[in-house]
């Protein structure tokens, strides 16, 4: 079945530097991304989303880039903070699907401080 | 304020019980979902519905059922008939259909069975 998946399981960064969080997807008809942010015993916080029609999309020291020719998706955090240290999960749905949301395993990212 | 409620945060289930979990949602929102989340685990579908009186079945609904009679209500029931039900479970919901309606999440329900 189509799945999503996410290329390194744990990520350690030191404060203040970038980081960038993989993600590799297979399902061909996925139009919309999101990246979701899950601190310890929490429920995911939306970070970000980009539709299929768009390569790039910036937020607040966050950007997503979507590279659908190698169905490849990327969040980059910028000038990490303590507070950035978390699992990070993309998603994607399509709009021809069932309106399910498929998440890939995720990516533990810790700052070092 | 407007958000998603889950209760209780934490339950305790004795094997062959059914317990129920809570999900309320302000946002005035069509759709719902449950999803399971094992540790250090994604998050896997259980059920969704898109419009009250309306569910549908995700890619792990053995063992679970769901309710919709109202839009803003999304109970879980994990029957006895789940055979591992200990997990962390989190609900969810999204304003409408199509791509580009961003589905948000409540802070997670961590059921153990005993």
């Known amino acids: 079945g189509e799945s999503v998946g996410l290329h390194l399981p744990t990520l350690s960064v030191q404060e203040g530097d970038n980081s960038i969080i993989n993600c590799a997807y297979s399902?061909?008809?996925?139009?919309?991304f999101i990246w979701y942010k899950q601190e310890s015993g929490k429920g995911p916080q939306f970070i970000i989303d980009?539709?299929?029609?768009?390569d790039k999309r910036q937020g607040q020291r966050v950007t997503v880039l979507l590279n659908k020719t190698v169905k490849h998706l990327s969040l980059q955090i910028a000038a990490t903070q303590p507070g950035d240290s978390a699992v990070y999960f993309c998603?994607?749905?399509?709009?021809?699907?069932?309106?399910?949301?498929?998440f890939g395993t995720g990516t533990r990212l810790t700052i070092i401080p | 304020d407007g958000g998603i409620t889950q209760s209780p945060k934490y339950l305790f289930r004795k094997e062959g019980q059914n317990v129920t979990l809570s999900c309320e949602q302000n946002?005035?929102?069509?759709?719902m979902y449950w999803y399971r989340q094992d540790p250090g685990q994604g998050l896997r579908l259980i059920y969704y519905?898109?419009?009250?009186?309306?569910?549908q079945k995700g890619d792990i609904a053995e063992g679970y059922s769901v309710s919709r009679e109202k839009k803003e209500s999304f109970p879980l029931t994990v029957t006895s008939a789940q055979k591992n039900p200990t997990a962390f479970y989190l609900c969810?919901?999204?304003?409408?259909?199509?791509?580009?309606?961003?589905?948000?999440f409540g802070e997670g329900s961590w059921l153990t069975v005993v």
């Open positions: 969810a919901s999204r304003t409408g259909r199509g791509s580009g309606n961003t589905i948000y």
């Open positions: 946002l005035n929102h069509d759709a």
């Open positions: 519905s898109q419009i009250v009186n309306d569910f």
């Open positions: 399902n061909s008809a996925s139009d919309y």
């Open positions: 980009i539709r299929s029609n768009m």
């Open positions: 998603a994607e749905t399509s709009n021809f699907g069932n309106e399910k949301l498929t």
